[in-house]
């Protein structure tokens, strides 16, 4: 890996960029050799979309004319899969601390920052590519999307949603020391988050102090924002969504930038 320091210690721009570029793509080979992680990260989207959306959209009532469950569904579970992948792939930080892998970077002529930039945008891409294939798995399913510009609109907010998730589960990583720690603590914090995201039911067919809950979790405005783009049902001003989006982005890679700053080699 080149240097990211010149001679008198500043810091050199295109060794940051090569070795940001290093990290990155070491995160999508691993993540592209892990053939049986991708397999079972695409069967819980699966089940949601064929068994509740298709199997049960029948018996559910939304009240919105003209909008099938499963179609009411499929943006919410975009959602869950690119928060899941994206979050869990914080993990990578542990497997690195426990081979060894991470003093040997740590220890490397980059800045701290090389390093959350290249792991923050390998995990994020993993998670939107996934997200992508459950978008192209929900029109086999029989879900027809608006048009094709807001098609390409929702796309700004699946990156959004990975790089924040990515950045969460990096911080939360980086005050930990082992991966079992960070899989029972991601479980306990993902499930809820997706559950309160109105994923699974419109926002305003919820009790008022659920509603509350609700309106507290960032996920909310991204299950949000990729509802009114893709199919045309908003709860939520979609500049309002964006907004919070942006800022829970900004604020999660400020903190994973942190706390991993703080690491100790």
Do not use: H
């Amino acid at each position: 890996m080149e240097d990211a320091y010149d001679e008198e210690g500043e810091v050199n721009p295109m060794g940051e960029l090569k070795a940001i570029y290093t990290i990155w793509l070491r995160e999508m080979l691993r993540w592209r050799r892990d053939r049986a992680g991708l397999l079972s990260s695409m069967m819980q989207p699966l089940f949601w979309l064929f068994i509740f959306g298709v199997g049960m959209g029948r018996s559910v009532r939304l009240g919105l004319s003209g909008v099938s469950y499963l179609t009411f569904l499929a943006p919410g579970v975009i959602a869950q899969n690119i928060l899941f992948t994206a979050f869990f792939g914080g993990v990578s930080v542990l497997y690195d601390l426990e081979f060894g892998f991470l003093k040997e970077i740590l220890v490397a002529p980059i800045s701290r920052g090389a390093i959350v930039t290249g792991k923050v945008l390998g995990g994020a891409t993993s998670a939107f590519i996934q997200g992508l294939i459950v978008l192209c798995l929900s029109l086999l399913l029989g879900v027809r999307y608006n048009s094709p510009l807001g098609l390409a609109a929702s796309l700004g907010v699946m990156a959004l949603l990975s790089m924040a998730f990515m950045a969460l589960g990096l911080a939360l990583a980086s005050g930990l020391e082992r991966a079992a720690s960070f899989q029972r603590i991601g479980r306990f914090t993902t499930m809820p988050m997706w559950f309160l995201s109105g994923a699974l039911w419109p926002l305003d067919q919820c009790p008022t102090w659920l509603r509350l809950l609700i309106l507290l979790n960032p996920l909310t405005y991204g299950v949000d924002a990729l509802r009114t783009l893709l199919i045309g049902v908003s709860k939520i001003n979609i500049a309002l969504s964006i907004g919070v989006l942006t800022v829970f982005t900004l604020l999660m890679l400020g903190l994973g930038t942190y706390l991993f700053s703080r690491k100790e080699a």
